[in-house]
């Protein structure tokens, strides 16, 4: 039995304190893990997993079944609304493109439980029929192709908006709430961060 870890919560590089670069390292493990199942996909056709794909199959299965709704909810229930109530500057901007993030979501949540479903079904029964394995290559493509756009809107305008035109306080705001979605102490775990000071 191979067991798989997954790094479910922030990277080391940035923390809680910084909510739009820790959102922004997020996409970094979409992709990552996106382009683990497409390799896998690719490369083993619905056959006989190794162990290597078989752990890099079941850490995306695992990272877009637990790690990836959360950063779909620090996004629409933390960042966003934060957004669309600042209404000012950098904000505007990042406003109107928020809409169509969120179908984005939506449309990325309707494919990955799809796809997971079928992940799941091969790695417990070692191989996949050809024409699930034929979805499961669809249905990567399409996240990948809604990812990419998707992906490049946040980086370069949502994020930086955000950075400029929220608050420090509302900016902690946003983080204490995703590190309660993670079941973590928000104090303790920027407290760990020798790079952040708390605004006065």
Known sequence: MVRVFVELGPARESSFAQPPSLLSECHRRIERFLADMAGVVRSRKGGVLDDSDHSALAGAVQYFSVAAPRHTADEEESLFPRLRSAGAGAAVQAVE????????????????????????????????????????????????????????????RVFPAAAAALPAKELEAVGREMAARRGLDFDRVVGQNPGFQRDP
Request: charged letters at 30%; aromatic letters at 4%.
């Open 97 to 156: 493109e928020i809409r169509r993030l969120e179908a984005d979501h939506e449309r990325a949540d309707a494919c990955h439980a799809e796809a997971n479903a079928l992940a799941s079904r091969w790695l417990s029964e070692g191989t996949l029929p050809s024409a699930e394995t034929n979805r499961l290559a669809e249905l990567v493509e399409t996240l990948t192709a809604i990812y990419r756009e998707h992906i490049a809107i946040e980086d370069s």
